[in-house]
């Protein structure tokens, strides 16, 4: 069966594969006569499939030793207030504002500490990042807060920034909801990274936390227990009901991103590749074409998030009809900046960007 290329920023496309052997699993999850849904959290089949799933994040990842992957629910946004409660102890935190989800994160923290704007892009229309002589560190900051990939204004950080040597000491929290997964992580300044299953990992309802083990047994007496990392990370994040499903669903994604080879590399490595392929693909065509516009500049333009405006205004609703009538869906932009993203996470085939590609030339061919 061939589906349409889904271009969504999140509910996002998973691999085929994983949805095929998901349906095949769905009334009888191996002999046990029960949907992986049906299953106790705590019973053998599951503790197997949540482990298994564990494991094969800390290996795709690479995440060091010294720290602990929690599984949690309340995504990205219930993190905003979570990361605060668990880390700020109530004093200060800087944050990085580098576009509409950064923003949102700072506001949240206010409500649980002194969070500070250490440095802001508002002013170049999300559009870049900050460079060195724009932070402003505070030196008893508990961490350092930034998105690694916004995912409204397709601005990724190319690399985590070196707080240390921009003249901080805390650790960073990284919001990489959008590119967890799609290429390595360096942990070294990284207190806690967390993320919404629902782009590159699997569905949503699971929201993945990579935290310092020596960060946790602080919060704040007002965290409540569900979202205290302590009590999370002793209970093996089982101290409430986990999202059961999800969290198979991301097991089984994890399995495919394994399996996954091109151009002679494995896992995750050929993710990242791959990736940076596909990205390359459209932005060459976007700034081919007068009919394209994307603002960002090109040392921090999102390989996961592909903004980009037509510059004729009134073609817009055509292109989204001929788009979605090749088979091509879900390109509206985000509301707040309108005109078009295309998102190209992992599970986004070569294939759907080629043919994005062939269509974006086409229509600039007759429109243009
Ligand atoms: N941060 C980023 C970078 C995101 O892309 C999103 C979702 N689009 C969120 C936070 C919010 O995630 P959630 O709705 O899962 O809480």
């Not at 495919?256 to 494995?266: A, E, F």
């Not at 055509?318 to 005109?339: I, N, P, T, W």
């Amino acid at each position: 069966m061939s589906r349409p290329f889904n271009f969504a920023p999140g509910p996002a496309t998973l691999p085929q594969e994983v949805l095929e052997q998901a349906a095949a699993e769905m009334l009888d999850w191996r002999g046990t006569g029960m949907s992986v849904m049906e299953m106790s959290h705590r019973g053998a089949a599951f503790t197997e499939i949540a482990e298994t799933a564990l494991r094969d994040l800390r290996e795709l990842l690479q995440v060091p030793a010294h720290m602990r992957v929690l599984l949690m629910q309340g995504g990205a946004i219930a993190e905003n207030a979570i990361v605060p409660l668990n880390l700020s102890r109530g004093t200060v935190a800087d944050y990085v504002v580098t576009g509409a989800w950064s923003k949102k994160s700072h506001a949240e923290a206010r409500k649980y500490c002194e969070a500070r704007l250490a440095a802001s892009t508002e002013d170049s229309g999300f559009t870049t990042l900050p460079v060195a002589d724009q932070w402003r560190l505070s030196h008893q900051a508990s961490y350092v807060h930034l998105c690694s990939n916004e995912t409204v204004h397709g601005v990724q950080w190319p690399a985590l920034p070196d707080v240390r040597a921009l003249g901080g000491a805390a650790p960073l929290a990284v919001d990489c909801s959008s590119d967890i997964g799609s290429r390595a992580i360096d942990w070294s300044q990284v207190g806690v990274a967390y993320a919404g299953a629902q782009k590159n990992l699997g569905p949503s309802g699971v929201t993945v936390v990579i935290v310092r083990e020596d960060l946790l047994g602080h919060a704040l007496p007002s965290c409540p227990s569900a979202f205290d990392y302590k009590i999370v990370a002793d209970n093996d994040s089982m101290y409430n009901t986990p999202p059961t499903y999800a969290i198979y669903i991301m097991g089984l994604v994890l399995q495919w991103m394994k399996r996954q080879s091109y151009k002679g590399l494995h896992g995750l490595a050929a993710i990242e590749q791959r990736n940076q392929d596909k990205a390359h693909l459209l932005y060459e065509v976007i700034d081919a074409s007068d009919l394209y516009i994307n603002r960002v500049q090109a040392h921090c333009r999102s390989l996961m998030n592909v903004p980009f405006f037509l510059s004729r205004d009134e073609l817009n609703p055509v292109f989204l009809a001929e788009a979605q009538a090749r088979d091509l869906l879900q390109l509206k932009g985000h509301k707040s900046v309108g005109g078009m993203r295309a998102s190209l996470y992992n599970a986004m085939p070569l294939e759907g960007v080629q043919s994005l590609v062939s269509f974006m030339k086409d229509f600039a061919t007759r429109h243009g």
